[in-house]
């Protein structure tokens, strides 16, 4: 690797890489990208964050035609996506639906699907458990995709895989007290890293209170 | 700050900073980490997270009183609370709830609360806007995180502070298409940075699916 990147050069540049290669990524790798992301903070302390990472063949196809369906309905004029956003412009905006179409051809190509889930200590139904345990599993999140970017690897978390819990969790398998947040395609990409493009922030900050 | 900090040794020596100095944080710091907040990925890049950073006497007042009542349930014996994990012993449990018993007590004199909030394009309901906006905000609020740790101040989030919903939103003045996830108190800490203690990776880890 060199010299470790550093914190804030990885932040501000740590775009969605939704295009990567078939190459296999070291099994050493992926371990790295979950224990950095098992150190960000969990509610309590719990430390109930829980990875599948599947690179078999078969359940990567299985996963792969859960997310391509969601993705073609995500993609539908009717399904209220909007074309355009006061911070993205139409033709950015269709770039980015390519590419997330692209990822829907090429899901079952990735070398490793990682899940994040969150293993609660009793069972815990889907809605309740996205909204309790979300700060728990997300910053973890936030962790795997900027050691991703360090270690070169393109990564970009989807809920559309798994928009169809029940079936999502029959693939993987989950007991009634495992609940997956998202799917976190991993691999080398195709595509150059650069930096993102956010709101100003001063339009993102009030002072005090709201109103 | 001399030379950046790196990404890795930022994630593995983040602890939770809940006992903080009341000195001022400069605003330019204190927007520093929100444009670095902000860095993170959204749902369908929605850019939605927003920020309301509390300095205000009487405000933080406020809030702290409602942080009290909710530390004071979590903290009473009847509350569900476990006393020792498997991964965290008896005694480094109790510290951690000092720290939390400490931070309810001179909330008010920290320096500065962010609260982390996400806005929706319509009003949604608050078990559903925490399920839908969770993936949305606590990414950014670890990006928060890493970056206070970065620019040396401490910083722990809390959903206690607004576990009163409803009472928490009419301090904050939130319209009906914004919901708060957690405060972020900030400041410079009193007690030193260490590293983490986190579950070995290979107790989070499944290959393919669950069972």
Same mark, same amino acid.
């Given at each position: 690797m060199g010299?470790?990147?550093?914190?804030?050069?990885?932040?501000?540049n740590c775009r969605a890489m939704r295009r990567l290669k078939s190459d296999p990524v070291p099994e050493d790798v992926l371990i790295k990208l979950i224990d950095a992301a098992?150190?960000?903070?969990? %509610?309590s302390n719990a430390q109930g964050a829980r990875w599948i990472v599947v690179r078999d063949q078969a359940q990567k196809e299985k996963l792969a035609a859960l997310n391509k369906t969601a993705v073609a309905a995500y993609a539908a004029p009717a399904s209220g996506r909007a074309a355009a956003l006061a911070h993205q412009a139409a033709d950015k905006r269709a770039r980015m639906l390519a590419a997330v179409l692209w990822q829907a051809e090429h899901l079952h190509e990735v070398p490793?699907?990682?899940?994040?889930?969150?293993q609660f200590d009793r069972p815990v139904g889907g809605g309740m458990a996205q909204a309790a345990g979300g700060g728990s599993i997300w910053p973890a999140v936030q962790n795997l995709l900027l050691a991703a970017r360090a270690l070169g690897l393109g990564?970009?978390?989807?809920?559309?895989?798994?928009?169809?819990?029940?079936?999502?969790?029959?693939?993987?398998?989950?007991?009634?007290?495992?609940?997956?947040?998202c799917l976190i395609p991993v691999?080398?990409?195709?595509?150059?890293? %650069?930096?993102?493009t956010?709101?100003?922030?001063?339009?993102?900050?009030?002072?005090?209170?709201?109103?």
């Open positions: 010299e470790e990147l550093g914190l804030f050069e990885a932040i501000y098992n150190q960000a903070p969990t %509610g490793a699907l990682v899940i994040a889930c969150y990564a970009a978390p989807t809920t559309l895989g798994l928009a169809n819990r029940q079936a999502a969790r029959e693939v993987l398998g989950l007991p009634d007290n495992v609940e997956a947040f691999g080398y990409p195709l595509g150059k890293f %650069g930096p993102v956010r709101l100003p922030v001063a339009q993102t900050v009030r002072w005090d209170r709201w109103q």
